[in-house]
Protein backbone atom coordinates (compact mmCIF):
# COMPACT_ATOMS: atom_id res chain seq x y z
CA UNK A 1 0.00 0.00 0.00
CA UNK A 2 1.09 3.52 -0.83
CA UNK A 3 1.74 5.95 2.10
CA UNK A 4 1.84 9.59 2.32
CA UNK A 5 3.28 11.60 5.54
CA UNK A 6 1.31 15.02 5.39
CA UNK A 7 2.65 17.71 7.79
CA UNK A 8 -0.18 20.43 9.16
CA UNK A 9 -2.43 21.67 11.72
CA UNK A 10 -5.27 20.51 13.03
CA UNK A 11 -7.99 22.62 12.85
CA UNK A 12 -10.45 21.08 15.25
CA UNK A 13 -13.77 22.40 13.46
CA UNK A 14 -12.83 24.36 10.20
CA UNK A 15 -12.67 21.73 7.10
CA UNK A 16 -9.08 22.54 6.36
CA UNK A 17 -5.86 20.79 6.69
CA UNK A 18 -5.97 17.29 8.17
CA UNK A 19 -9.46 17.38 8.90
CA UNK A 20 -9.87 17.15 4.93
CA UNK A 21 -6.31 15.46 3.59
CA UNK A 22 -6.84 12.42 6.51
CA UNK A 23 -9.78 11.45 4.67
CA UNK A 24 -9.05 12.58 0.87
CA UNK A 25 -6.04 10.60 0.95
CA UNK A 26 -7.53 7.82 2.52
CA UNK A 27 -10.71 7.66 0.42
CA UNK A 28 -8.12 7.51 -2.89
CA UNK A 29 -7.29 4.27 -1.04
CA UNK A 30 -3.44 5.91 0.39
CA UNK A 31 -2.34 5.13 3.99
CA UNK A 32 -2.35 8.88 5.73
CA UNK A 33 0.51 8.98 8.56
CA UNK A 34 0.69 12.95 9.79
CA UNK A 35 2.36 14.73 11.81
CA UNK A 36 0.03 17.88 12.90
CA UNK A 37 1.79 21.36 13.68
CA UNK A 38 -0.36 22.72 15.98
CA UNK A 39 -3.53 22.40 17.31
CA UNK A 40 -6.29 25.03 16.39
CA UNK A 41 -10.11 25.48 17.94
CA UNK A 42 -10.82 26.58 14.40
CA UNK A 43 -8.75 27.63 11.49
CA UNK A 44 -7.80 31.24 12.15
CA UNK A 45 -10.78 32.87 10.17
CA UNK A 46 -13.27 32.70 12.64
CA UNK A 47 -12.16 34.69 16.20
CA UNK A 48 -10.54 33.72 19.23
CA UNK A 49 -9.24 30.27 18.39
CA UNK A 50 -6.48 28.43 20.37
CA UNK A 51 -3.28 28.12 19.17
CA UNK A 52 -1.39 25.00 20.44
CA UNK A 53 1.94 24.96 18.85
CA UNK A 54 3.25 21.68 18.10
CA UNK A 55 7.07 22.02 16.76
CA UNK A 56 8.24 20.43 19.76
CA UNK A 57 7.22 17.14 19.09
CA UNK A 58 7.90 16.83 15.42
CA UNK A 59 11.98 16.05 16.12
CA UNK A 60 10.72 13.71 18.45
CA UNK A 61 8.57 11.76 16.28
CA UNK A 62 11.33 11.73 13.33
CA UNK A 63 13.34 10.23 15.44
CA UNK A 64 10.86 7.53 16.37
CA UNK A 65 9.91 7.46 12.81
CA UNK A 66 13.75 7.14 11.71
CA UNK A 67 13.86 4.23 14.33
CA UNK A 68 11.69 2.22 12.67
CA UNK A 69 12.60 3.06 9.72
CA UNK A 70 9.32 4.21 7.98
CA UNK A 71 9.19 5.07 4.10
CA UNK A 72 6.89 7.46 2.26
CA UNK A 73 6.12 7.36 -1.00
CA UNK A 74 5.32 11.39 -0.71
CA UNK A 75 5.91 13.75 2.06
CA UNK A 76 3.21 16.55 1.77
CA UNK A 77 3.31 19.81 3.91
CA UNK A 78 0.71 22.47 4.63
CA UNK A 79 0.21 25.49 7.21
CA UNK A 80 3.01 25.33 9.10
CA UNK A 81 2.78 26.97 12.78
CA UNK A 82 6.01 29.16 12.51
CA UNK A 83 9.13 29.96 10.98
CA UNK A 84 10.89 27.65 13.57
CA UNK A 85 8.97 24.46 11.77
CA UNK A 86 10.14 25.48 8.54
CA UNK A 87 13.69 24.76 10.29
CA UNK A 88 12.46 21.83 11.87
CA UNK A 89 11.19 20.35 8.50
CA UNK A 90 14.00 20.93 6.49
CA UNK A 91 15.28 18.29 8.57
CA UNK A 92 12.82 16.36 8.20
CA UNK A 93 12.91 16.06 4.24
CA UNK A 94 16.92 15.27 4.83
CA UNK A 95 15.96 12.36 6.89
CA UNK A 96 12.15 10.85 4.63
CA UNK A 97 13.50 11.78 1.17
CA UNK A 98 14.76 9.03 -0.92
CA UNK A 99 15.15 8.50 -4.88
CA UNK A 100 11.61 7.18 -5.02
CA UNK A 101 9.90 9.68 -3.53
CA UNK A 102 8.90 13.53 -3.95
CA UNK A 103 8.42 16.75 -1.81
CA UNK A 104 5.32 18.02 -2.09
CA UNK A 105 4.95 21.59 -0.63
CA UNK A 106 1.70 23.82 -0.10
CA UNK A 107 3.18 27.12 0.81
CA UNK A 108 0.19 28.31 2.86
CA UNK A 109 0.09 31.49 4.04
CA UNK A 110 -2.59 33.63 2.73
CA UNK A 111 -5.13 33.94 -0.52
CA UNK A 112 -7.16 37.10 -1.83
CA UNK A 113 -4.46 39.34 -1.61
CA UNK A 114 -3.58 38.83 2.28
CA UNK A 115 -1.41 36.84 4.60
CA UNK A 116 -3.70 34.97 7.34
CA UNK A 117 -3.68 36.09 10.68
CA UNK A 118 0.29 35.18 12.02
CA UNK A 119 1.57 35.52 8.61
CA UNK A 120 4.08 37.89 8.26
CA UNK A 121 6.58 38.49 5.01
CA UNK A 122 9.90 36.56 7.21
CA UNK A 123 7.74 33.53 6.96
CA UNK A 124 7.21 34.17 3.38
CA UNK A 125 11.13 34.61 2.86
CA UNK A 126 11.73 31.37 4.95
CA UNK A 127 9.29 29.31 2.87
CA UNK A 128 10.61 30.43 -0.14
CA UNK A 129 13.87 28.76 1.03
CA UNK A 130 11.63 25.97 1.94
CA UNK A 131 10.14 25.69 -1.36
CA UNK A 132 14.25 25.03 -2.70
CA UNK A 133 13.89 21.23 -1.38
CA UNK A 134 10.79 20.88 -3.32
CA UNK A 135 9.72 18.35 -6.37
CA UNK A 136 6.34 20.59 -6.41
CA UNK A 137 5.12 23.29 -5.01
CA UNK A 138 1.46 24.81 -4.92
CA UNK A 139 1.18 28.03 -4.59
CA UNK A 140 -2.18 30.97 -4.95
CA UNK A 141 -1.33 34.11 -6.88
CA UNK A 142 -1.30 35.81 -3.20
CA UNK A 143 1.53 33.27 -1.79
CA UNK A 144 3.81 33.38 -4.81
CA UNK A 145 3.43 37.08 -4.81
CA UNK A 146 4.61 36.69 -1.21
CA UNK A 147 7.27 34.49 -1.80
CA UNK A 148 8.81 36.46 -5.19
CA UNK A 149 8.43 39.46 -3.17
CA UNK A 150 6.01 41.04 -5.80
CA UNK A 151 2.75 42.98 -5.74
CA UNK A 152 -0.47 40.93 -5.83
CA UNK A 153 -2.85 41.55 -8.46
CA UNK A 154 -6.10 40.78 -9.36
CA UNK A 155 -6.26 40.45 -12.60
CA UNK A 156 -3.09 38.35 -14.64
CA UNK A 157 -2.23 37.89 -18.80
CA UNK A 158 -1.49 34.88 -19.48
CA UNK A 159 2.79 36.18 -20.38
CA UNK A 160 2.75 37.17 -16.79
CA UNK A 161 1.45 33.94 -15.23
CA UNK A 162 4.27 32.51 -16.85
CA UNK A 163 6.74 34.39 -15.88
CA UNK A 164 5.84 34.30 -12.65
CA UNK A 165 5.80 29.58 -12.84
CA UNK A 166 9.31 30.88 -14.20
CA UNK A 167 10.45 32.71 -11.34
CA UNK A 168 8.58 30.42 -8.81
CA UNK A 169 10.71 27.20 -10.30
CA UNK A 170 13.44 29.06 -9.69
CA UNK A 171 13.73 28.74 -6.51
CA UNK A 172 14.01 25.31 -6.85
CA UNK A 173 11.27 22.72 -7.41
CA UNK A 174 11.05 20.79 -10.47
CA UNK A 175 7.20 21.47 -11.09
CA UNK A 176 5.55 24.44 -10.23
CA UNK A 177 1.51 24.95 -9.87
CA UNK A 178 -0.23 27.43 -9.42
CA UNK A 179 -3.63 27.57 -7.84
CA UNK A 180 -6.47 30.97 -8.39
CA UNK A 181 -5.66 31.22 -12.41
CA UNK A 182 -7.94 32.86 -14.50
CA UNK A 183 -7.83 34.85 -18.28
CA UNK A 184 -11.33 34.48 -18.88
CA UNK A 185 -14.61 35.83 -16.60
CA UNK A 186 -16.39 32.74 -16.51
CA UNK A 187 -13.63 30.53 -15.75
CA UNK A 188 -11.34 29.52 -13.08
CA UNK A 189 -8.28 26.82 -12.28
CA UNK A 190 -4.75 26.13 -12.80
CA UNK A 191 -1.45 26.68 -14.54
CA UNK A 192 1.88 24.33 -14.04
CA UNK A 193 5.26 24.45 -15.62
CA UNK A 194 7.98 21.46 -15.82
CA UNK A 195 11.46 23.35 -16.00
CA UNK A 196 13.15 20.60 -17.03
CA UNK A 197 10.78 19.85 -20.31
CA UNK A 198 10.29 23.68 -20.35
CA UNK A 199 6.43 23.19 -21.07
CA UNK A 200 2.89 24.87 -19.35
CA UNK A 201 0.35 23.20 -18.94
CA UNK A 202 -3.28 24.88 -17.65
CA UNK A 203 -6.52 23.05 -16.41
CA UNK A 204 -10.62 25.82 -15.88
CA UNK A 205 -13.71 24.66 -15.16
CA UNK A 206 -16.47 27.18 -15.19
CA UNK A 207 -16.04 29.55 -12.24
CA UNK A 208 -18.78 29.42 -9.70
CA UNK A 209 -19.49 32.58 -8.32
CA UNK A 210 -18.47 32.54 -4.42
CA UNK A 211 -14.73 31.49 -2.95
CA UNK A 212 -15.07 29.04 0.11
CA UNK A 213 -12.25 28.39 2.58
CA UNK A 214 -10.10 25.05 2.28
CA UNK A 215 -10.37 24.38 -0.94
CA UNK A 216 -6.68 25.61 -1.12
CA UNK A 217 -6.17 22.43 1.38
CA UNK A 218 -8.81 19.93 -0.66
CA UNK A 219 -7.09 20.37 -4.10
CA UNK A 220 -3.50 19.71 -2.82
CA UNK A 221 -4.43 16.81 -0.97
CA UNK A 222 -6.39 14.95 -4.20
CA UNK A 223 -3.42 16.29 -6.40
CA UNK A 224 -0.55 14.49 -4.01
CA UNK A 225 -2.93 11.46 -3.85
CA UNK A 226 -3.11 11.30 -7.45
CA UNK A 227 0.52 11.94 -8.29
CA UNK A 228 1.16 9.07 -5.38
CA UNK A 229 -1.46 7.10 -7.07
CA UNK A 230 0.50 6.72 -10.49
CA UNK A 231 -0.98 9.24 -12.39
CA UNK A 232 1.10 12.20 -14.30
CA UNK A 233 1.17 15.40 -12.97
CA UNK A 234 -1.38 17.11 -15.61
CA UNK A 235 -3.77 14.27 -15.21
CA UNK A 236 -3.77 14.83 -11.60
CA UNK A 237 -4.34 18.13 -11.91
CA UNK A 238 -7.49 17.70 -13.93
CA UNK A 239 -8.84 15.05 -10.99
CA UNK A 240 -8.04 17.72 -8.66
CA UNK A 241 -9.45 20.90 -10.18
CA UNK A 242 -12.92 18.64 -11.33
CA UNK A 243 -13.04 17.58 -7.31
CA UNK A 244 -12.57 21.09 -5.80
CA UNK A 245 -14.96 22.35 -8.60
CA UNK A 246 -17.41 19.26 -7.59
CA UNK A 247 -17.12 20.63 -3.80
CA UNK A 248 -17.72 23.95 -4.35
CA UNK A 249 -21.01 23.35 -6.81
CA UNK A 250 -22.35 21.14 -3.90
CA UNK A 251 -22.24 23.63 -1.29
CA UNK A 252 -23.30 26.21 -3.93
CA UNK A 253 -26.10 24.26 -4.18
CA UNK A 254 -27.07 23.33 -0.93
CA UNK A 255 -26.23 25.63 2.15
CA UNK A 256 -24.67 28.91 0.22
CA UNK A 257 -24.77 30.93 3.86
CA UNK A 258 -23.06 28.91 6.90
CA UNK A 259 -20.46 27.66 5.00
CA UNK A 260 -17.23 27.69 6.56
CA UNK A 261 -15.45 25.24 4.33
CA UNK A 262 -17.24 22.68 1.12
CA UNK A 263 -18.99 19.63 1.55
CA UNK A 264 -16.29 17.70 0.68
CA UNK A 265 -17.46 14.86 2.26
CA UNK A 266 -20.61 14.57 0.07
CA UNK A 267 -18.26 14.10 -3.01
CA UNK A 268 -15.59 11.53 -1.80
CA UNK A 269 -18.02 8.76 -3.86
CA UNK A 270 -17.35 10.61 -6.72
CA UNK A 271 -13.34 10.68 -5.82
CA UNK A 272 -13.52 6.49 -5.28
CA UNK A 273 -15.70 6.33 -8.38
CA UNK A 274 -12.90 8.13 -10.78
CA UNK A 275 -10.19 6.22 -8.87
CA UNK A 276 -11.58 3.37 -10.18
CA UNK A 277 -10.13 3.93 -13.93
CA UNK A 278 -6.67 4.31 -12.81
CA UNK A 279 -3.37 1.82 -12.97
CA UNK A 280 -2.34 2.68 -9.74
CA UNK A 281 1.46 2.08 -10.05
CA UNK A 282 4.76 4.08 -9.72
CA UNK A 283 4.99 8.28 -9.44
CA UNK A 284 5.76 9.59 -13.02
CA UNK A 285 7.37 12.96 -12.27
CA UNK A 286 8.50 13.07 -15.66
O1 LIG B 1 -6.77 26.29 4.60
C1 LIG B 1 -5.60 26.85 5.02
C2 LIG B 1 -5.50 26.92 6.51
C3 LIG B 1 -5.01 25.85 7.20
N1 LIG B 1 -4.90 25.86 8.54
C4 LIG B 1 -5.29 26.93 9.26
C5 LIG B 1 -5.81 28.05 8.62
C6 LIG B 1 -5.90 28.05 7.21
C7 LIG B 1 -6.41 29.23 6.55
O2 LIG B 1 -6.91 30.16 7.10
O3 LIG B 1 -6.22 29.10 9.34
C8 LIG B 1 -5.16 26.93 10.74
Redesign the pocket.
Known sequence: MKRIVTI??I?CI?K??LTVALPIISAMGIETAIVPTAV?ST???FKNFTFRDLSEDIPLIQKHWKEENFKFDGIYT??LGSIKQIDILKDFFKTFKTNDNFIFIDP?MGDNGKL?VGFSQEFADEMAKLCKMADIIVPNLTEASAMLNMEYKEKYAEEEIKQILIDLSNLGPKKVILTGVSFKENELGVMSYDKDINEFFSYFRERIPVKY??T??IFSSTLVGAIVNGNSVEEALKIAVDYVWETINDTYKTNKEDAYGVNFERKIPYLIKRGEKWDVGSVKLG
Open positions: QDSGCSLHTQGYVYHGGD
